[in-house]
């Protein structure tokens, strides 16, 4: 069974008249239960409650379900926008001591790539879609796209950049390693670095006067920043003549939501086929 990550530790109660009185003892008892604590004030705070806090509820004893990995990059991306917002859900990790979760992943995603986000009985996947989609049908109090429609498409680019140029290069050098070849491996990492140089020096322009990629707030660009700098800088380190991109990296990796994510993946760090430094 996976782990349900839940991050509030309060849920406002809301009393009206009654109208869904008749769930009330039902879910007052599941909600206890899965927080095992002890009920504070009078029963009739539980009476009537509104149609939001019994959808609140609902996602508390039927959360979304993560399928990924902590070590994955693009599981990252996803974990951050859950982290950033407090969403309630559970997740299933792939791997060899959890075949029952690969199973359900292949039959929903026979395509073989993860994440994928499970709402109920709809599968979610890409990693940007997924983002998109838990702030249409699960917001939070972080809009991770901006309202405005101008500002979004900038944020939509930012996304498919640091996914495209940064997290690529990366990944065909990590598969070249893992070839076993060593003159493979070699010409991977040589590609990545040309195509990870190129990328550095953009987003080096881009960033001047900026705290996030796309401005003064956190958004989804963020959330694919900070893997594919993560583990770029592990495969080619970001120069010093780059001082705002470096600067940049650390300030994703001192972010909470970001931060978490790579303390759960830590334990991985020896599966890292170019060889995982010691630091980050």
């Known amino acids: 069974m996976g782990e349900v990550r839940v991050q509030s530790t309060a849920i406002r109660f809301e009393a009206k008249p009654a109208g869904h009185a008749y769930c009330a003892d039902f879910y007052k008892s599941a909600f206890l239960w899965l927080c095992n604590c002890e009920a504070v004030g009078s029963d009739d705070a539980y009476v009537g409650w509104s149609i939001t806090c019994f959808l609140t509820l609902k996602e ?6 993560l399928y990924g990995h ?9 974990l951050i926008a859950l982290y950033e917002n407090g969403t309630p859900f559970e997740f299933r990790s792939l791997g060899p001591d959890t075949p029952q979760h690969a199973a359900e992943w292949l039959q929903r995603w026979p395509l ?3 994440p994928l986000l499970l ?4 599968s979610v996947v890409e990693t940007s879609i ?7 049908e699960h917001a939070g109090p972080l809009h991770l796209l901006p309202a405005d429609a101008r500002a979004a498409l900038d944020v939509r680019f930012l996304d498919r950049f640091f996914d495209l140029h940064v997290m690529s290069p990366v990944q065909h050098a990590v598969g070249a390693a893992l070839t076993g070849n060593a003159e493979k491996a070699q010409e991977g990492r040589a590609h990545a670095a040309e195509k990870l140089e190129l990328a550095y020096a953009w987003i080096e322009g881009q ?3 900026k705290t996030w990629a796309a401005g003064e707030h956190f958004t989804m660009a963020d959330c694919a920043a900070a893997p594919s700098l993560f583990y770029a800088d592990w495969t080619h380190p970001i120069a010093g003549s780059y001082p705002l991109l470096r600067a940049y990296r650390a300030r994703l990796l001192a972010r ?3 931060a978490r994510a790579v303390e759960e993946a830590r334990p991985y760090r020896p599966l890292f086929p170019l060889g995982a430094p010691d630091r980050d």
Not at 70 to 78: D, E
Not at 119 to 122: I, L, Q, S, V
Not at 130 to 136: P, V
């Open 119 to 122: 709402d109920g009985e709809r």
């Open 70 to 78: 902590p070590f994955s990059s693009y599981t990252q991306k996803v």
């Open 207 to 209: 960033l001047a006067g």
């Open 130 to 136: 997924i983002i998109e989609y838990l702030q249409l």
């Open 256 to 258: 909470p939501s970001f």
């Open 112 to 114: 073989r790539k993860f």
């Open 60 to 65: 508390l004893i039927m959360p979304l379900a």
